[in-house]
């Protein structure tokens, strides 16, 4: 009897400690390796930029489509140290963060910032973000200073209704982005009492520049059955390389390798709005970790593009919803009269040419107040694709987007 009791304890016990295990959280279970935690938490912010990606592309647009996951989430992390109850809870997990602390994401976020910018002296990176409330309008210190802290942000009090007020905020995007976004404010309506703003800029050159007298005017070949023509740009050599049935992925690296851009282009029968569906971070790891040096040909458009979309919608589609009304609990960042988020703004620019890429993105966040060894490979990227812009180590995506039509005309 003795030892039918002591086996029921050891199956109890056994049960518990079962039990209790997967209900600890991701972030308890990697609290003791801050290597892993962190590449867990990129990787959310990952799946959370191909959702975007996809809300922004579900109509199936025939438009250009580039966005910053870096910037849009880390955007509205800052914003989300300022909510609190179910409206903090719905962010994080429309974020794809549920599964992890404020505090933990903050600490990703501060070592991005820090640690990006001087992995490759060669590549010009900045990271920047600041909060503009009016000067009537009272902030918690405690919000102010998380955000100061962790993502240095420039904490401005202004006077809203001086027509300076616009003329401030635009000249500081326009300085961080090295004037390739000149403004994202027209004016400052009645009801606006704080911004918060991310912007980001990239530029760098190839490892490998393609050479200027290879580049060719050729046909693009658009969804739509049509054809319009681009400069395509060639080269030739060992290129990280992927080949399935459905696509061919290449892999370009920036300076000493420490970012690169990889190539997405679904096969001639899959639509570019079908890859895009079916895409995911889990299928992106996939094609990273199936990458392999190959002797090749790549041709590939030499193009400059704007991009600039209101994510409201997208966000609220993803969960946000109660961030955007007046049911919002931000009383982290005033806790005396209710805001919310009114309207997230997403604007960026991209340039691709025979020596490197520059990119720069926005997001602003408006806040109203109320209630066998392979033969050589061929990739010639003449048609609709999918481009990402990441850190090599971490994977983290600082832009990605669709490209429909390398010629279209800048606004």
């Not at 910032?113 to 000067?135: G, K, M, P, Q, R």
């Not at 969804?223 to 319009?228: A, V």
């Not at 392999?292 to 991009?307: D, E, H, T």
């Not at 971490?394 to 279209?408: D, H, S, V």
Request: with cysteine; glycine share 4%.
């Amino acid at each position: 009897m003795k030892n039918q009791y002591t086996f029921k304890s050891i199956i109890v016990l056994a049960m518990c400690t079962l039990f209790f295990n997967c209900a600890e959280s991701i972030e308890d279970q990697y609290s003791n390796n801050p290597v892993i935690l962190k590449s867990r938490i990129i990787s959310s912010c990952e799946e959370f930029g191909i959702n975007i990606l996809k809300k922004l592309n579900s109509d199936g647009s025939r438009e250009n489509i580039f966005i910053s996951p870096l910037s849009i989430s880390m955007a509205l992390t800052m914003a989300c140290n300022g909510a609190d109850g179910q409206t903090k809870t719905d962010m994080l997990k429309a974020l794809c963060l549920a599964e992890y602390s404020i505090e933990s994401v903050n600490d990703i976020y501060k070592s991005i910032n820090t640690d990006f910018i001087v992995l490759d002296t060669s590549v010009d990176l900045e990271i920047a973000n600041s909060i503009w409330y009016t000067d009537n309008f009272h902030v918690e210190q405690d919000f102010l200073n998380v955000n100061e802290e962790f993502y240095n942000a420039d904490i401005s009090p202004l006077d809203f209704l001086l027509p300076e007020a616009v003329i401030s905020i635009n000249s500081w995007v326009s300085d961080k982005t090295h004037e390739k976004i000149n403004k994202v404010i027209d004016k400052i309506d009645a009801d606006i009492v704080m911004f918060l703003i991310n912007a980001i800029y990239f530029k760098a050159d190839w490892t490998k520049s393609f050479p200027i007298d290879s580049t060719k005017t050729r046909p693009f070949y658009l969804s739509d059955g049509t054809t319009t023509d681009c400069d395509l740009m060639k080269t030739a050599g060992k290129l990280s390389f992927y080949e399935s049935g459905d696509l061919q992925a290449v892999e370009l690296p920036y300076g000493n390798k420490k970012f690169n851009m990889l190539v997405l282009l679904p096969s001639k029968t899959i639509n570019i709005n079908t890859f895009i569906t079916d895409l995911s971070a889990k299928k992106l790891a996939s094609i990273n970790s199936s990458l392999a040096l190959r002797q090749g040909y790549l041709s590939l458009p030499k193009f400059k593009i704007a991009f600039n979309k209101s994510l409201s919608d997208a966000l609220i589609s993803s969960g946000m919803s109660a961030a955007f009304s007046n049911e919002a609990n931000f009383s982290k960042i005033d806790r005396k009269n209710p805001i919310w988020i009114g309207d997230v703004c997403h604007a960026t620019y991209l340039k691709v040419d025979e020596v490197g890429t520059e990119a720069a993105a926005v997001t602003t966040i408006f806040f109203p107040q109320g209630p066998g060894i392979p033969g050589p490979f061929e990739m010639v990227v003449d048609r609709p694709f999918v481009l990402v812009i990441k850190e090599r180590d971490t994977g983290t995506i600082m832009f990605l987007g669709k490209i429909e039509n390398p010629e279209r005309i800048m606004p």
